[in-house]
Structures are given as C-alpha cells and as structure tokens.
C-alpha cells in the first residue's frame, strides 16, 4: 500500500539531488575558471569577493603563505582523487556544518575541537548576529553554539546554496585526527561538568564495554575510560546505531572535502596564520581580529601520545583505520607513538 508513496518520495529525492550536482560540478571554481574572468571583469579592488581575491593573487608573485594554501588544496585534490572511488551527490544534510556569511561571501564548514567556538563567534560579529558586538570574545561560549544564530548552507534553496557554493570562499580547519579526538575525550568525558554527554554517550559505552560496571556507574555514565571509548569507536554497531556525535566524528564525513572544493584549509597548528590569511581574504582584517588563546590545558601531540599508551596495537591500528581518510586528505603523517607502525 505504502510503497508508491515511497517510491514517489525516491524519486523525487534522486531528481532534486541530481539538479544541485549538475550546477555544482558544471562550473568548479578553480583557479583556471577565475583566472580568466578574474581580469576583464573591471572590478575595483574593493569590489572583489573574497574567492576573487584568492585565486586573482595567485596568478601575481606568490607569498609564502599562498604558495602553502596552494600546496594543501592540491595534496587534497590529489588524495580525493587516489582513496575515493565514486563521487557521491550532494544533499542539503551534507551541509549542515557550512556556516553562511552572506555579507562577505564566506562559507565556513566548522569542525569540533579545531577552534570552531572562535571561528563561530568571529562570524556572529561579520553577519551582525552578534549585536554591537565587535570584540568576538565578548560572546559568551554557548551563544556562539547557539543554533539559528548563525545560518547553515542546508538551509538555503537549491539554487541558493550552488550559487553560494560557486562564488563564495569556502574555508575549513582541520587538525591532527588523534589530537582532535583525545582532546573530544578529555573535554567530553573527563569534566564533570558534562553531565549531558556522560548521559547521553558514557552510560552507553560503560554498558556495552565495560565487562563487570557498578550500578553507580551505568547510572551517571561519567567515569568513561580512553579504552572504553576507543572500544566504542571501533565497535561496528555504534556507527550502525546512529552517526557519530560531531565531535568524534571525521573531517571528511562532516564536510565533504572530496565533494566540497574547499579554497582554503586552515590548520590548527597553524591557526593564527591561518586565521590572518582568511580574514585579510574576506577583506574584514581592520573589523575583526581571530581570539588568540593560550590555553594551558589545550591537547598536544604529547599528550596523545600517554593516552594511546593504554591502547593495545590492534585496537591502535582498527582506530587508525576509522580516520585514515582525515590522515591522508590533510597531510597528516602516521603518529610515532601508534605500536602498529
Ligand atoms: C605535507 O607534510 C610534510 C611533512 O610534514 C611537509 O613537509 C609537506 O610540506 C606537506 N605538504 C603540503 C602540501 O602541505
């Protein structure tokens, strides 16, 4: 009775998806598309959109910070082209993590545990939800995570988001994958503050891997091991179950680099630098300056490494598997400390 309906709704689904990626793919903007147009078109140069300014630098003399932002995007491409097989569709939950800055022409896919609070609280104060606000430290944490404070791509028309995802500069930052994850850890599951995530992830996880749990602990779910939750991880249920929460969850699942050509990928390890460039693109480096923080708490590679001490090399090598793709799309190198090696 119910299948004609559905069928209907597939098919429906197939044709939406299909017109987004035609107009997508039909014009990706590289360099070569804006390289000639980038010239004649008489712009003044504060007429310039931020992508404008990107790729019509590159063809000029090239700083140092350029030819950087160069090699990144093209190891990128190159790695999308070697380890992914078959260009999957966009649809609008793909891009639910692509922040909208209308007023600057900027696209920001943000990515938990890699500055996403400051980067989110800068463009509160670019789109004006922030108020009078300029300083964007001034805005309290959680209003930056606030959702409807800021736009996503996904809710735009389909029209809307491929003329969006053809013109405007499209930014991402990325960070070690086993940092961002003991870092997810650590902020998650050994503050007690976060009784949410304790509920929510912890009583689960100490239910299905530890072997012999104290009530008192099934019930507040709070005292989550590095062990237990790289046996939650690697577990092919969980992932069967639901999507990874977004602050485990991998670059790539969160923002389709492979899909999304990405102009410029901004490090954690570089983040001021990284930060700087953007801005000075989007033509807002007098407005607004990027929070440098000195986080004394903050994940190190060092501290990685204790963690994944507790980890047998099998358990080590299934968990390198899991991120592999973030290892290899960002030019992250196969940590020293992991046993498997
Ligand atoms: C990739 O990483 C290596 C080692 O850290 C570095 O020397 C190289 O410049 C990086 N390549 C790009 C394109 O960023």
Known sequence: ????????????????????????????????????????????????????????????????????????????????????????????????????????????????KVACTNWKRVLMVLTGAAGPHRDPLAIPANEAHVPGNLRTLSEYSTSQINQRLRSYLKFVFVREPFERLVSAYRNKFTRSYNTAFHKRYGTKIIRQHRPDPQAEALERGDDVSFEEFVYYLV??????????????????????????????????????????????????????????????????????AQFFHSISPFYQKKLYNLYHMDFLLFNYSTPEYLKFR
């Open 235 to 304: 577990d092919p249920a969980t992932q069967r179950e639901e999507p990874f929460n977004e602050h485990w969850e991998r670059v790539h699942t969160l923002c389709h680099p492979c899909l999304i050509h990405y102009d410029v990928v901004g490090k954690y390890e570089t983040l001021e630098q990284d930060s700087r460039y953007v801005l000075q693109l989007a033509g807002v480096k007098g407005q607004v300056t990027f929070p440098t923080s000195a986080k004394s708490t903050r994940t190190t590679g060092d501290m990685a």
């Open 1 to 112: 009775m119910r299948k004609p309906k559905v069928n209907r709704m597939v098919l429906a689904m197939c044709l939406w998806c299909f017109i987004m990626v035609i107009f997508y793919f039909h014009s990706n903007p590289k360099p070569a598309s804006a390289q000639g147009s980038g010239r004649s078109s008489g712009q003044g140069k504060s007429g310039r959109s931020p992508l404008q300014m990107l790729y019509d630098s590159d063809q000029l003399e090239q700083s140092a910070v350029q030819v950087t932002h160069q090699g990144r995007r093209e190891l990128l491409e190159d790695a999308c082209r070697s380890y992914t097989r078959k260009r999957r569709v966009l649809i609008p939950e793909d891009l639910k993590h692509i922040i909208v800055d209308d007023q600057h022409g900027l696209l920001y896919c943000y990515v938990p």
